[in-house]
């Protein structure tokens, strides 16, 4: 019996033991250390040796530069993405163009050459090249006019590429560790760290920290290998020597009415218009139309006008628009850049032989492709009217409707920004409405300020006319009136209006012949409404389209705004 016993006793020994062992084994390669190596370039997504990858601030981006012939480049996409946009390419005349406050860059494509401030100058490499399909830009030649920061490191391949500073928080490594992928003893290993390296902190988990390494690597440090954590404020790069834009700001609430001029003859009528207008300071005849497909202007100006104008101490700012002479376009024009300088050097003629105290741009139904530049062009015209002294203020639509003509840029580049804060319904609508509600206004005025333009170069634009809405069966028409013949078709049709307070404005209606008659009110009450409205966001003032539509009681109306704020 003895004998049966001892081998199983050894047997179920033996067993226990093996059990151990495996247990021992299976704890060990539980919490042991990985040594596995992540690949470096697998890890910056490195394919090719010209390839380089990118940290923008604390993440690594899917983006990639380029490095070619030893000059790191980007293509004009992710420069518009991700540093700035206010590059411009001519396509058509193979152009590459910086515009500052007070000149225009422009460097050839493919060529190691600029001008700046008229002269002619040289970079040590190819300031721009093409690549397949795509445009890309020396980084060193883009720092001479942004201000952003990159440092490069080799093997693989990448950058850390800063455009924004503030404070950060940084750890020392207190011994020889690793940084790894994840946040795990079992995790890949991105890179050894040695002791006394920085990290920068990005985040704190329980037992580890993620860090970014100063070449690049961002993964997880175990928190006891690393000091606790201090605050450094970082140093921003401030290289670029550019001017900075400035703008000509008044003193005091615009109040600017358009004069609509449709021959020479239209200038006789300035006295009419202007007398009864209380504090209107500033004018703006229609004279300038676009002419052609190469820059030459059609023209009603007249310098009478002019010292008339600055005999009752109105500053005249004549209006340019793309929208009186047949067979124009307007892309073909704004496309090249010979064009626009011919366009820019004409109207600053006009300028300058009229004494004109500024321009507005009135360019409207611009197709999408023409916008960038349009908005180029707005760039150009403004060097040109800032070296004149003179106010650049441009219309654009409400925001609502979907056209945007970059306002942010508008809002830097531009003396004043106009809304059109009108035509919410128009003459080609099949839906009779109101011209100007007051939630259209402000949900406009609202959605320019959100876009960047400072409210102290902010225009509300509100119109001196309603439509006159006629509705019968499917048919839907309607004729513009002016206050008083407005006023004159409620009188004499004996209508009774309403307050309406989802438009704010007097609304009345009448059946005529199996005809719907509609009216929405402008008068005196609700241009006292979007007054308010414009009080409220602290706009610059207030411009009227179109001088001679309005009942001359207004004024005061207008007055009060403009000397009280209300």
Avoid at 40 to 59: H, K, M, N, W
Avoid at 179 to 188: F, I, L, Q
Avoid at 511 to 530: A, C, N, P, V
Wanted: hydrophobic letters at 40%; proline letters at 2%.
């Amino acid at each position: 019996m003895k004998k049966k016993i001892v081998p199983a006793i050894i047997a179920i020994a033996l067993i226990f033991i093996i059990l151990v062992i495996a247990g021992g084994i299976s704890i060990i390669e539980r919490f042991s250390y990985s040594k596995e190596r992540m690949n470096p370039s697998e890890y910056f997504g490195i394919t090719d040796d010209s390839s380089v990858a990118v940290v923008l601030q604390d993440e690594l981006i899917d983006i990639k530069a380029k490095l070619i012939d030893g000059t790191y480049y980007m293509s004009i996409d992710d420069i518009y993405s991700i540093i700035d946009q206010r590059f411009y390419v001519d396509n058509n005349e193979q152009l590459l163009i910086y515009t500052t406050a007070d000149d225009i860059v422009k460097n050839p494509i493919g060529t190691q050459t600029y001008i700046r401030y008229g002269e002619e100058k040289s970079a040590d490499y190819a300031i721009s090249k093409i690549d397949g399909d795509k445009l890309y830009i020396a980084l060193d030649y883009v720092k001479m006019f942004v201000n952003f920061s990159y440092q490069t490191y080799a093997e693989p391949n990448r950058m850390q590429l800063r455009t924004q500073w503030g404070t950060r928080q940084s750890v020392m490594v207190k011994k020889d560790s690793a940084v790894r992928y994840r946040g795990g003893v079992k995790s890949e290993i991105l890179k050894d760290v040695a002791k006394g390296e920085q990290l920068t902190v990005l985040e704190e988990l329980d037992d580890w920290t993620k860090v970014k390494t100063e070449d690049c690597y961002i993964g997880y440090i175990e928190k006891k290998a690393i000091s606790s954590a201090l605050t450094e404020e970082e140093i921003a790069t401030t290289d670029a020597d550019i001017a900075e834009y400035t703008t000509v700001h008044k003193d005091y609430k615009i109040n600017m009415g358009w004069h609509a001029i449709y021959s020479v003859s239209g200038n006789d009528t300035f006295d009419e218009v202007v007398n009864g207008t209380g504090t209107m300071s500033i004018i703006s005849p229609t004279w300038f139309s676009i002419a052609d497909n190469n820059g030459s202007i059609r023209s009603f100006a007249s310098e009478s006008y002019v010292n008339k104008a600055h005999g009752r101490n109105m500053e005249v700012w004549a209006m340019v628009d793309n929208f009186n002479a047949a067979d124009v376009s307007t892309l073909e024009i704004m496309s090249y850049t010979s064009k626009r300088e011919q366009l820019v050097s004409n109207l600053m003629s006009y300028v300058a032989q009229y004494n004109l105290d500024g321009l507005n741009l009135d360019f409207e139904q611009l197709p999408s492709e023409a916008v960038p530049h349009y908005v180029e062009f707005i760039r150009e015209l403004s060097v040109a009217c800032r070296k004149a002294g003179i106010v650049l203020s441009v219309n654009n639509y409400p925001p609502q409707g979907g056209s945007n003509y970059n306002l942010k840029e508008q809002g830097v580049v531009c003396d004043y920004v106009i809304m059109m804060g009108y035509d919410e319904h128009w003459a080609g609508c099949d839906e009779a409405g109101s011209v100007a509600s007051i939630g259209y206004v402000e949900q406009g005025i609202s959605m320019i300020l959100d876009q960047g333009v400072p409210a102290d170069k902010l225009i509300n634009a509100i119109p001196f006319y309603t439509r006159l809405w006629k509705t019968n069966g499917s048919e839907v028409s309607s004729e513009a009136l002016g206050m008083n013949t407005a006023s004159e078709f409620i009188a004499n049709n004996s209508i009774t209006t309403t307050w309406d307070d989802a438009t704010c404005q007097n609304y009345g209606e009448m059946q005529k012949d199996g005809t719907l008659y509609q009216i929405w009110l402008e008068d005196k009450e609700s241009i006292e409404t979007k007054l308010t409205i414009m009080n409220k966001y602290g706009l610059a003032g207030v411009a009227q389209w179109q001088l001679g539509m309005e009942d001359k009681d207004i004024w005061s109306v207008i007055d009060s705004f403009v000397k009280n704020g209300n």
